[in-house]
């Protein structure tokens, strides 16, 4: 198959209407690691994140670099105040992106995520974006 010469979008809105003070807003952020980290470095799909919203979930797209299996790796959420320990840990990537057992292997693969949340105003700065020669897999 060969390159899409076009991406087509819509964006419904509704122009008027005052939002209620409770309404939370849509928020996604873009993370990137492309695999150069010193091995063992986790990627952070979302940080700095503080206020009232409810977390949507999470969009994964992972060039593996090496061979073999790349699932293993815990997902960690830390929240409030946690510190040393998550308030939640899972087993490991394979899990949370629906896969099973597989190899355990230290890696660094590219790595990029969208996270999705809705939340109430304010909230914090978002990072800034690599340059774009850096947003894409090496």
Do not use: N
Not at 21 to 41: E, I, K, M, N, V
């Amino acid at each position: 198959m060969g390159d899409v010469p076009s991406v087509y979008f819509q964006v419904d809105y509704t122009l008027g209407d005052e939002l209620e003070a409770s309404t939370p807003y849509f928020h996604a952020q873009w993370r990137h690691s492309d695999g150069t980290a010193a091995l063992g470095t986790d990627h952070v799909i979302l940080d700095g994140v503080s206020g009232r919203g409810t977390y949507v979930g999470t969009y994964l797209a992972l060039t593996s670099l090496h061979r073999y299996w790349w699932g293993e790796g815990e997902v960690k959420f830390f929240v409030d105040d946690d510190d040393e320990f998550p308030t939640l840990c899972s087993t490991g990537l394979e899990d949370y992106a629906g896969g099973a057992w597989a190899f355990l292997f230290e890696r660094q693969d590219d790595i990029a995520t969208t996270a999705y949340w809705y939340q109430l105003a304010p909230h914090a700065p978002f990072p800034p974006l690599p340059a774009p020669h850096l947003r894409h897999p090496r």
